[in-house]
């Protein structure tokens, strides 16, 4: 049985534009409106797979943030993982938080970096337990300092086969700027957004590749 639903906030200047739009494509505002919300509650079932870019400096700014994405993690029952790196103090500090290094074999730069990779990914999904995760990736950047070619090729891998639930690859600045542009542009492309922490204070960065006119454009 059909309901009216009554919605607030909505005025004369909405209402009036969106009646000139149902008039253009020929359909009721009742009809737009039932779109929009079958669309929302069509997203809101889709578990989301989402992959971004952590950009930070030192690791006092990066703990905090730690934190605040634990609470953030444990109040939505995800799965908390994440892949360590050579850095053993950020190691220790997230495993007294209960989140579980799924790297299981010490990673080396001879290693069959897909091989390598899948089986960490494998390792995810399993201890997993089919929760949405919350993964955090700091072997990325060992990986990246060793080859940026291997790095970009395991970040493509893995934006095309993203898992459900958040992951974060952390960077490092310091590491990230001595490579050339070419590359750090890369590793920017292949994320869904890129995100810099400074202080106690996260940016966005937005990285959009424009003509040479735009340099004389207000």
Same mark, same amino acid.
């Given at each position: 049985?059909?309901?009216?639903?009554?919605?607030? @906030?909505?005025?004369?200047?909405?209402?009036?534009?969106?009646?000139? #739009?149902? +008039?253009?494509?020929?359909?009721? =505002?009742?009809? !737009?409106?039932?779109?929009?919300?079958? +669309?929302?509650?069509?997203?809101?079932?889709?578990?989301? &797979?989402?992959?971004?870019?952590?950009?930070?400096?030192?690791? &006092?700014? #990066? &703990?905090?943030? #730690?934190?605040?994405?634990?609470?953030?993690?444990?109040?939505?029952?995800?799965? +908390?993982?994440? !892949?360590?790196?050579?850095?053993?103090?950020?190691? %220790?500090?997230?495993?007294? $938080?209960?989140?579980?290094? %799924? $790297?299981?074999?010490?990673? %080396?730069?001879?290693?069959?970096?897909?091989? *390598?990779?899948?089986?960490?990914?494998? @390792? =995810? /999904?399993?201890?997993?337990?089919?929760?949405?995760?919350?993964?955090?990736?700091?072997?990325?950047?060992?990986?990246?300092?060793?080859?940026?070619?291997?790095? !970009?090729? $395991?970040?493509?891998? *893995?934006?095309? @086969?993203? #898992?459900?639930? $958040?992951?974060?690859?952390?960077?490092?600045?310091?590491?990230?700027?001595?490579?050339?542009?070419?590359?750090?542009?890369?590793?920017?492309?292949?994320?869904?957004? /890129?995100?810099?922490?400074?202080?106690?204070?996260? *940016?966005?960065?937005?990285? @959009? &590749?424009?003509?040479?006119?735009?340099?004389?454009?207000?």
């Amino acid at each position: 049985m059909p309901h009216n639903i009554l919605i607030r @906030n909505f005025d004369d200047n909405v209402y009036s534009q969106l009646d000139d #739009l149902s +008039r253009q494509k020929g359909v009721s =505002i009742n009809s !737009i409106v039932k779109d929009a919300v079958d +669309r929302w509650i069509k997203n809101q079932k889709e578990i989301p &797979k989402r992959h971004h870019l952590l950009i930070y400096d030192n690791e &006092k700014d #990066l &703990k905090r943030l #730690l934190r605040t994405i634990d609470k953030f993690a444990r109040e939505s029952d995800w799965h +908390r993982c994440f !892949i360590s790196s050579s850095n053993l103090s950020i190691t %220790e500090f997230l495993e007294k $938080l209960d989140w579980v290094d %799924e $790297l299981t074999v010490p990673f %080396e730069p001879q290693n069959d970096i897909m091989k *390598y990779f899948n089986s960490i990914l494998k @390792n =995810i /999904v399993k201890d997993s337990k089919n929760k949405e995760i919350c993964c955090i990736d700091f072997l990325i950047n060992d990986i990246f300092k060793s080859s940026m070619i291997e790095a !970009i090729k $395991l970040e493509k891998t *893995y934006d095309e @086969n993203r #898992l459900g639930g $958040l992951v974060f690859c952390a960077y490092r600045i310091d590491d990230l700027i001595k490579t050339a542009i070419t590359g750090m542009i890369e590793i920017f492309d292949l994320h869904e957004q /890129v995100f810099m922490l400074k202080g106690e204070q996260i *940016y966005k960065v937005h990285c @959009n &590749k424009e003509s040479v006119h735009t340099l004389f454009l207000s």
